[in-house]
């Protein structure tokens, strides 16, 4: 059997202008997680990432502190399938167009745009983000309203394809790390769960910064063996955005 070592990126720079980069606490994310692999003798085969760069920083920290441990540690094959869904893009094009008719999500998109602090512009838009996702996944909009916007199952199937790929050109008995977001962390688990589209997206909510997704494999048969395991962090460490 192999193993499957599925890792949502560490922290990054949520409400900045440069979001796509690790916060301090993220890279000492990213570190924890490879220390506790060097501890229990977990020593990846082969690495994956998408083409962010808070997924790609995030293997990075974690090889450099194997090497310094005098442990090699693979090169990071890049497959942008294994990219976040555009949610900036989505938020920005779709709830204008949503809001026009729908009081609810009208409510929340002012909210968004009015948080007076940090604490309360991360739930607003959070609750934004969430109606708006749910929109989006059931394909519940007009797409002549925001053409061009990546749809779920364009987004959905090209996960899926990046998993079936990671599996079939691995050997037996291996051990791959893919280093990606907390939505492709949702779908993955959402197909192996057979669980409604809606479920990889309401999964993504819970996954925390640098979490591991762990599954077992051989051939096409996959089974889950641990979600969202925060075993490596502090609870000081724990983190969703």
Known sequence: MSQLLVVR?????????????????????????AGHWLARGIHPDTVYAGTLTRQQRTADVAGEVFTRSGLSWPETKVLATLDEYPADDIVERLAPALAA???????????AEQGTDEKSRYRNIHHLLEAIIARWVA?????????????????????????????KDSGGGSTVAVFTSGGPVGVSMQTIMNAP????????????????????????????????????????????R
Request: charged content about 25%; overall charge negative.
């Open 101 to 111: 008719t729908d009081k609810k999500l009208s409510t929340l998109l002012a909210a």
């Open 9 to 33: 990126h560490g922290q990054a720079r949520f409400l900045t202008d440069d979001y796509d980069r690790l916060s301090a606490l993220g890279e000492e994310q990213a570190a924890a997680l």
């Open 197 to 240: 589209e809606l479920k990889a997206a309401e999964l993504n909510w819970r996954v925390h910064n640098c979490a591991v997704t762990r599954y077992t494999y051989s051939g096409n048969r996959i089974s889950l063996d641990r979600f969202n395991d925060v075993s490596h962090l502090a609870e000081g460490q724990l983190t969703y």
């Open 139 to 167: 394909a519940d909009y007009d797409s002549g309203l925001v053409p061009g916007l990546m749809s779920w199952r364009e987004f959905s199937d090209g996960v899926r394809a990046a998993l079936r790929e990671i599996m």
